[in-house]
């Protein structure tokens, strides 16, 4: 049985790549015509595959359809609170998990520190966009059309003189938060804040949310900061594998958790 539901299952991702017809599904499987057919005819009758007129077949409208509502239920926030949690739990820090909504980036979770200091932020407004790191990675993964429209529309509110000044100086540090895939704010809102954030990406690969760790600098200064971005990079992609329904590997830092 489970050799059947394997071979059954092996079955999508061929026809991911393009209509097959019945020689070419019982070849890539290793299988006989017959068998194949058999196969074909089973994930057929749900709606997984559809045979077209062609005598190929294609996925399944039914198929596309469940793997939409599965992405529509899944609740990033709820799969990333815990880790939120362990990370706040093991620096001390101020922790965050923003998604993007349109031209603004919101605060969707939020894991206070345990010192007396504490950030303005609040879940459910929006962040300084053009300063804060969460909204770099957010913004960074778009299209570069789109990246360079959004640039456009946005006012550079001078917070500090740290903050992003314009347009092309925004779009220079999205490219570099692009090729390196981490984001920081050093007292670009806050003067005394700073800030290092990791993606938290989708199925697709695609940027889905962002996650931050924040400190005041009269916890700790920028540089002991900083080499906790290792640390926030592996929560961030414990976080994607599960969010992305990816099975855990052990050990799998990545060898660019260092910041550069």
């Not at 899944?74 to 815990?82: E, F, S």
Request: aromatic share 4%; net charge positive.
């Amino acid at each position: 049985m489970s050799q059947t539901v394997d071979r059954a299952l092996g079955i999508l991702p061929l026809l991911a790549r393009g209509p097959a017809d019945l020689g070419r599904v019982a070849e890539c499987l290793g299988v006989h015509k017959s068998t194949a057919l058999r196969l074909l005819r089973t994930l057929h009758e749900h709606g997984l595959v559809y045979r077209q007129p062609d005598q190929r077949y294609r996925l399944g409208a039914r198929l596309i359809a469940l793997a939409q509502e599965a992405v529509e239920s899944l609740d990033v926030r709820g799969i990333a609170h815990p880790h939120l949690l362990a990370l706040n739990e093991r620096t001390g820090h101020t922790v965050h998990l923003a998604v993007r909504e349109e031209d603004e980036v919101i605060y969707i979770d939020k894991v206070e520190s345990r010192y007396p200091v504490r950030m303005y932020s609040r879940i459910g407004r929006p962040v300084a966009t053009t300063v804060a790191a969460v909204a770099k990675l957010l913004l960074a993964d778009l299209p570069e059309e789109e990246r360079r429209a959004t640039a456009a529309r946005l006012d550079y509110p001078r917070y500090t003189a740290r903050s992003t000044p314009d347009a092309e100086s925004f779009l220079q540090e999205l490219a570099t938060v692009r090729a390196q895939g981490w984001a920081t704010d050093l007292g670009g809102h806050e003067e005394s804040i700073n800030c290092v954030a990791a993606p938290v990406r989708g199925a697709d690969g695609r940027v889905a949310a962002a996650m931050s760790l924040s400190a005041p600098n009269v916890v700790v200064t920028a540089d002991e900061l900083l080499a906790l971005l290792p640390l926030v990079r592996r929560t961030a992609q414990a976080v994607s594998r599960e969010y992305a329904g990816h099975t855990p590997r052990q050990g799998s830092a990545s060898r660019k958790d260092a910041p550069r």
